[in-house]
């Protein structure tokens, strides 16, 4: 038997960064996203020889164990596998087991996509279905934020977990003690289409540590720097003017309002922008974009811009020769999936 998922990458589209603590706890944060053809996968099949084996076939890597009830985390890439695994003894089955598991991404990590965590929503899902736990969205999405976060402490947010479990266009709220609040958004199918047709994502084949980015930012608001704060608000706003523009098919105003939070992003924490990512940034804006934004924490991986009418043929042509690739996708409504083959 072999049980399967995949999961789908988001779009941090506005109010990127205000899901992080301590900001989020102090202010609230905001933020709007939407999955794209993207997807993280995991394949679990059962053995019975007491191992488990987990395999990452991208990076030719393999990593083999006794069967036990706790792996050991050591700061190697399958700490994420490792974290997961312990949890869902610790907490469901109360017993080793034993398994092959394997795990594919369709874009590098670190590229700002939220890969770890749409990842981690994805193995959950993989167990979920094999052990036929009884986790909902809301659960799925928690718990890997707890193996992230807490466990392996990992710096980060909360919004990759919640928009790889829900999938679609989501407007989420994120509050103290770790309550958050995902709001679908109801958007015709012409607008996703127009919107889709008008963003452009571009891969600058260049990733970075979110997690240093991110204890940056965390470190401003800790020590109250006004600069970095106010950025962050402004941010957050951002994610209510574009649901607005979203839904009222008002989607020109996009390209607008992100161009004004390219220097909101830049002033949250240092290294969120370099000079790869302006040189990309500029040349874009020349060629007819209104705004563009980096995606995730920052420092590298994709970026994307809004480009209204025809101008994103332009663009593309314009952005040929710096070294990256534009990236091919649609939006997509559906978050994890799960199955099982015979």
């Known amino acids: 038997m072999l049980i399967r998922s995949k999961a789908p990458f988001r779009l941090g589209l506005a109010g990127g960064g205000t899901d992080v603590s301590p900001y989020s706890d102090i202010y609230g944060g905001c933020i709007l996203n939407a999955t794209i053809s993207l997807y993280a996968y995991a394949n679990i099949e059962p053995r019975n020889d007491n191992k ?10 393999e990593y083999i164990f006794d069967s036990s009830p706790m792996l050991p985390i050591c700061n190697d890439k399958a700490d994420l596998m490792k974290g997961i695994y312990n949890r869902i003894v610790k907490d469901f089955v109360k017993k080793p087991l034993s398994f092959t598991l394997t795990c594919a991404l369709e874009v590098p990590f670190g590229s700002g996509l939220g890969t770890s965590s749409t990842l981690a929503v994805a193995i959950l899902g993989a167990y979920a279905e094999w052990l ?8 799925l999405a928690y718990l890997a934020y707890l193996i992230e976060r807490v466990d392996l402490k990992q710096a980060g947010g909360k919004q990759d977990q919640y928009a790889a479990a829900f999938g679609g266009f989501n407007f989420m709220e994120f509050y103290a003690d770790d309550k958050v609040i995902v709001n679908p958004l109801r958007i015709r199918n012409d607008i996703i289409n127009e919107l889709s047709n008008n963003m452009l994502l571009y891969y600058t084949n260049s990733s970075r540590n979110s997690g240093d980015i991110i204890e940056k930012q965390q470190k401003n608001v800790k020590e109250q720097k006004a600069k970095s704060i106010e950025a962050m608000h402004k941010i957050k706003a951002q994610a209510y003017e574009i649901k ?15 161009h004004e939070g390219w220097t909101y992003k830049r002033n949250m924490a240092d290294g969120i922008t370099t000079p790869l990512f302006e040189e990309i940034y500029e040349t874009a804006i020349n060629a007819g974009s209104t705004g563009g934004k980096i995606s995730g924490a920052g420092g590298g991986g994709y970026v994307f811009f809004y480009c209204p009418g025809n101008t994103r043929y332009a663009v593309v042509k314009a952005l040929e020769n710096l070294g990256g690739t534009v990236q091919p996708y649609s939006f997509t409504k559906k978050g994890l999936e799960t199955w099982h083959t015979k």
């Not at 488990?52 to 890597?61: D, G, Y």
């Not at 036929?132 to 659960?139: A, F, I, K, R, V």
């Open 52 to 61: 488990i084996v987990f395999r990452i076939p991208q990076t030719n890597e």
């Open 132 to 139: 036929t736990l009884p986790l909902g969205e809301y659960d």
């Open 244 to 258: 607005e523009a979203i839904l009222k098919n008002d989607l020109d105003q996009i390209g607008h309002i992100l």
